[in-house]
């Protein structure tokens, strides 16, 4: 069985409103999912087209979900209603949080093909995630570290069976751990794209039209700092400065600019996350 915790972003929530929330929200597939309420704090989930049920139950200061280890189904639509009502799912059994994009789904409780599989075994790589109806993965390398699969050229070992794999057009590094991945997805600072070239910096997001780094005269920054917290495998906003360090994890550009006066001169002021840890910064 898989079990997962549904913690609540801030103190306070109360776990039987939500609850009901997502009894609610499972009635409305009506035919389809029969809910049945096992006492005040706990309700049982089955299905009409298979003998899968599931189990979600208020413990102290969490909810606790229960699944079959083949259960697609139930975390997806738990995860569906989880981050509206103010919750992160955590995988007790891999020990991280789910990302909230819903297309983004968990290897634990979708299994993977075959033929995929042993493409990433080669390469002593452990999938993680892959998004929905796509061959876009995300794997663990030997070094722990969080990896984007080259979608296309997976594709094309598929076809060839994976014969003269050349393992440097396979995968990129994205992430130092999954902890920090997780933090990084969750602001939209991963991309599905594999980079066209190794070397890219694939650590700026650039909604903007601006040289980041070759800023008009009448331009200045306004940089807020993001610190990972990895309790939460989430980032927490500290201070703002106007300045760029050397070293960071991500950087995001905004894509919007507002004005300021300054002796008389108009000033462009454009906005940056920035996103750092304690280490692995690169």
Known sequence: ????????????????????????????FVGDIKIESKNESEIEI??????????????????VLTTHEDDSITINLIKNIASNSGFRIFNTKHNYFLPNDPKLMDISSIGIDKKIYEIFKKENLTPLFQYRDSYIYFCLNK??????????YLEHLL???????????LFVKIAPDISVFIALFDRGLISLVFPKYQNSDTKVTNLSGFDIFNLPKDTKLNVINFKFNN??????????????????????????YTYSS?????????KCSLFTVDSSLS
Request: hydrophobic share 35%; aromatic share 6%; net charge neutral.
């Open 262 to 270: 300054e002796n008389g001169k108009l000033i462009k002021i454009l």
């Open 159 to 169: 076809f060839t069976n994976h014969e003269s794999l050349i393992t440097k057009e």
């Open 46 to 63: 089955a299905y009409s087209n298979t003998s899968f049920s599931a189990t979600v139950k208020i413990d102290d200061n969490k909810i």
């Open 143 to 152: 070094k722990k570290e969080v990896v984007l699969i080259n979608r296309h």
């Open 231 to 256: 309790d939460n495998q989430a980032f927490d906003q500290q201070d703002t400065t106007d300045i760029i360090p050397k070293k960071y994890l991500a950087l995001k550009i905004g894509q919007d």
């Open 1 to 28: 069985m898989h079990t997962y915790h549904l913690i609540p972003d801030r103190s306070g929530q109360d776990l039987a409103v939500t609850l009901k929330k997502i009894s609610d929200y499972l009635n409305t």
